[in-house]
T-cell receptor, first 112, second 114 residues
């Protein structure tokens, strides 16, 4: 079945710097790759997603890139702000499994 | 539109007891998925319901079960609770489910088993 690996597990940056989180997946049949942000005491919230027919997608300070050949995708956050501090999860649809498989999460800390 | 609502927010139960958690999806969403979140294992898929039918099941013992009603509301039940069942249980709804459409999560039910 699908397996999603996420790195790093923790990331600390200065306000204004960029942050990059990387994920790899194993099932070449996967076509949908969302990213979620989870703040303390809340459920994960979708921040951006990408499908396999697109290589890159941008939404203001957030971008996601996908390399289907290498089976990896990344989240890029530019001009980070303290409110970006949270746990970020990548996910991939399970191909034949039919459900989202999540990475273990990255705790991002943005220092003012 | 109202978001996904999970009740209760917190539960404390004793080993051996059973528990029922409730989830009301976003209006118009027919798919409801349940995930267990723990610090060590991350988000693990329990099951998905679509139009009152279980469409998908994760690798959890039979003590974990669920159902979906005609109004798309869903419940999950855990019987014979074990200490290891302590976790945040998250419900998520989507328009069509099956892993290839956005999931909208509730804020979870925090279950503590003592």
């Amino acid at each position: 079945g699908e397996n999603v690996e996420q790195h790093p597990s923790t990331l600390s940056v200065q306000e204004g710097d960029s942050a990059v989180i990387k994920c790899t997946y194993s099932d070449s049949a996967s076509n949908y790759f969302p990213w979620y942000k989870q703040e303390l005491g809340k459920g994960p919230q979708l921040i951006i997603d990408i499908r396999s027919n697109v290589g890159e997608k941008k939404d203001q300070r957030i971008a996601v890139t996908l390399n289907k050949t290498a089976k990896h995708f990344s989240l890029h956050i530019t001009e980070t702000q303290p409110e970006d501090s949270a746990v970020y999860f990548c996910a991939a649809d399970g191909g034949s499994q039919g459900n989202l498989i999540f990475g273990k999460g990255t705790k991002l800390s943005v220092k003012p | 539109k109202a978001g996904v609502t999970q009740t209760p927010r917190y539960l404390i139960k004793t080993r051996g007891q059973q528990v029922t958690l409730s989830c009301s999806p976003i209006s118009g969403h027919r798919s409801v998925s349940w995930y267990q979140q723990t610090p060590g294992q991350g988000l693990q898929f329990l099951f998905e319901y679509f139009s009152e039918t279980q469409r998908n099941k994760g690798n959890f013992p039979g003590r974990f079960s669920g159902r979906q009603f005609s109004n798309s509301r869903s419940e999950m039940n855990v019987s014979t609770l074990e200490l290891g069942d302590s976790a945040l249980y998250l419900c998520a709804s989507s328009v069509q489910g099956s892993g290839d459409s956005p999931l909208h999560f509730g804020n979870g039910t925090r279950l503590t088993v003592t």
